[in-house]
């Protein structure tokens, strides 16, 4: 199996704060998704990133895949209250259609 | 598009009694996946399905999980008899495309159906 560990679990900070969530694991993968997710709905998705080392941004959002693609981190630019949600982490085996999802990080921005 | 539709949003029930959880993928998605989430455990893959055909159970906790596919526009997953460790939010996503291929299809959630068993 396996596993993607995502740090931190829990995360609340000022509006117009930097933040970065990581997500590490020992096992390749072969691309890695972020999905964030709000009360009361399902995941959705952020960006895939499939090549080690790249980098894609999304507005104040920053994405990077590990060299080694066995790690991704997730860095957001002056966070705002809409920011709010639970971040996760989900990466795709070499083996084939397993999506297997980290714990999650749970930011809340204050106003 | 309507996205993947789930009923019943919510569902109480008592222990022991059966479970059934309907789900409706987006139209010409072939890849339907179920999961499940909880706090201390956060999403879990039971099943996928390919074209109506379950591909891989392993995540299926017991026997009392069962999960069919009768067809391209419809799910279910059956939970019978129901226990109070069975509560948690389960979610039906489908894809267009497998993850392993070349273009990564994202999975599209539904907004999950809340089991509470008593």
């Known amino acids: 199996t396996q596993l993607l560990e995502q740090s931190p679990q829990f995360l609340s900070i000022q509006e117009g704060e930097n933040l970065t969530v990581y997500c590490n694991s020992s096992?390749?993968?072969?691309?890695l998704q972020w999905y964030r997710q709000e009360p009361g709905e399902g995941p959705v998705l952020l960006v895939t990133v499939v090549t080690g080392g790249e980098v894609k941004k999304l507005k104040r959002l920053t994405f990077q895949f590990g060299d080694a693609r066995k790690d991704s981190s997730l860095h957001i630019t002056a966070a705002q209250p809409g920011d709010t949600g639970l971040y996760l982490c989900?990466?795709?085996?070499?083996?084939?259609?397993?999506?297997?999802f980290g714990g999650g990080t749970r930011l809340m921005v204050k106003p | 598009d309507a996205g993947v539709i789930q009923s019943p949003r919510h569902e109480v029930t008592e222990m022991g009694q059966e479970v059934t959880l309907r789900c409706k993928p987006i139209?010409?998605?072939?890849?339907l996946f179920w999961y499940r989430q909880t706090m201390m455990r956060g999403l879990e893959l039971l099943i996928y399905f390919n074209n109506n055909v379950p591909i891989d159970d392993s995540g299926m906790p017991e026997d009392r999980f069962s999960a069919k596919m009768p067809n391209a526009s419809f799910s279910t997953l059956k939970i019978q008899p129901s226990e109070p460790r069975d509560s948690a939010v389960y979610f039906c996503?489908?894809?267009?495309?497998?993850?392993?291929?070349?273009?990564?299809?994202?999975?599209?959630f539904g907004n999950g159906t809340r089991l509470t068993v008593t």
């Open positions: 989900a990466g795709v085996g070499n083996a084939g259609n397993m999506l297997t």
């Open positions: 139209s010409g998605h072939d890849y």
């Open positions: 996503a489908s894809s267009r495309t497998g993850l392993g291929s070349s273009y990564n299809s994202p999975l599209h």
């Open positions: 096992s390749v993968f072969s691309s």
